[in-house]
C-alpha cells in the first residue's frame, strides 16, 4: 500500500513522462507514477524507459489506467501536485481512433481532476501541445492567438484539457499551469516520431518518406529544455495558488522538413535517400513558439541547439541498437 508520495505522475513511463520523472526524483521530489503501457508502442520499450526510477527508493509505480476510476477511488496516497502527462498521443492515429482520444485524453483527464477536486488536491501541470493552434496563420504562435479551429481529433482532445482544467480552477480553486509542447525530441523518443523513424530507416538504408515537399516546419524541442520547463511549471503552481495559465513550451526556431532529413543523413554519415510522398490529413503547416511568456513567468529558455540535441539523439539510438 502507498503511504506517501508527493507528486503524481501519469504516463511516468513514456518518453517525457520518464524524463520528467527522473528529473523530479534528481530534485528531491518523492513520485507516484501511473502507467497504463498502452499499446500504441510496445510495452518492453516504456519498461526500459522506466527502469532508472524503478530502481530509486522514492519512486512507487502504480500500473493504472485513467479511463478507469476504481484505482483512484482506491488510492491511498499523500499527493501534493499532479503532472499530467499521460495521453494517447499522435496525429495521424488520432484520425483513425477517435473514441480512444477522447477516452483517455477527455475522460482520463476528467476523472483525474474529479479525483484531485476530492482529495483536495489543488496543484496541476497539464501536458497540452502546439497542435491546438491548427494551422495558424500567424508566426510565431502565441497563447493570445485563436485556437478554435483544431484539425485533428488529438488537437482537439488537448484544447478541451486545457478547457476542463480552467472549469476546475474557477469552481474549486485549483491552480493550473498548461504546457503547451512543440515537437519534442530526444532519447527515448517515440518510436512513431519522426526524427526517431528516421533515424531508424536511416540506419537500416531504407528510403525515408518525405510527406509533402520537405517545406513544413517544426519548432523542435529537445526533451531536457521541456523537462526544465514542466519543473519550473510545478514551481510556479506551488508559488501562486491562484493561477491558470497557459504556456507555450518550445524552441522559438523552426526548422524545415528538409533540413532536419539533411542534418540527420549528416550527422549518419549517409547518403539521402528520400520517398516523396503527399501531405497527411491533420498535419499542420508549420509550428513556431513564442516562449516569451515562458521566458518571464517560468524563467524558460531553451538552450539545446538542434545540431546538438540530434547528435545525442543518435548517440542514444546506436548505442541502443548494438
Ligand atoms: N512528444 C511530443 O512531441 C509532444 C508534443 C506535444 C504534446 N505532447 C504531449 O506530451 C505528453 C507525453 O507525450 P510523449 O511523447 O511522452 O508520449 P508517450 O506516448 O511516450 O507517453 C504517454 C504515456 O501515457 C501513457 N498512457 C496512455 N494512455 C494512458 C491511460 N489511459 N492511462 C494511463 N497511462 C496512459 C502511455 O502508456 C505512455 O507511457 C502527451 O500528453 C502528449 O500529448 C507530446
Redesign the pocket.
Known sequence: MISSAQILV??????????LTEQLLNSGYQVLG????????D?SV?ER?LATALAHPDFTFVE?????TTWLDALNADVDAVI???????VRPSIEQPAEYV???VT?THNLLNWMQRKGISKLV??????VYGNNEKIPFSEHDAVEQPISP?AFT?RA?ELLTYTYHHLYDMSVVNL??????GE???PD?AIHKFVRMIDRDEPIPMFGQGDTSRDY?Y?SD?VNGIMAALRYVNEHPDAYEIINLGNHSPVTLQTLVETLYRLMEKTPNVQHLPKQPGDVERTYADVSRAARLLGYTPNVSLDEGLGRFVDWYKALSK
Do not use: E, M
Open positions: 501519469t504516463g511516468c513511463a513514456g518518453f517525457i513522462g520518464s524524463h501511473v502507467d497504463n503501457f498502452d499499446p500504441f508502442y510495452r516504456k524507459n493504472a489506467d485513467i479511463r478507469d499530467h502527462i499521460a495521453a494517447k498521443a499522435g477516452s483517455t485524453n482520463g497539464f501536458a497540452s501541445s502546439s497542435s488529438y488537448k484539457g503547451r509542447f512543440f515537437t519534442v525530441y527515448r523518443q517515440r516520431l524541442t526533451v521541456t
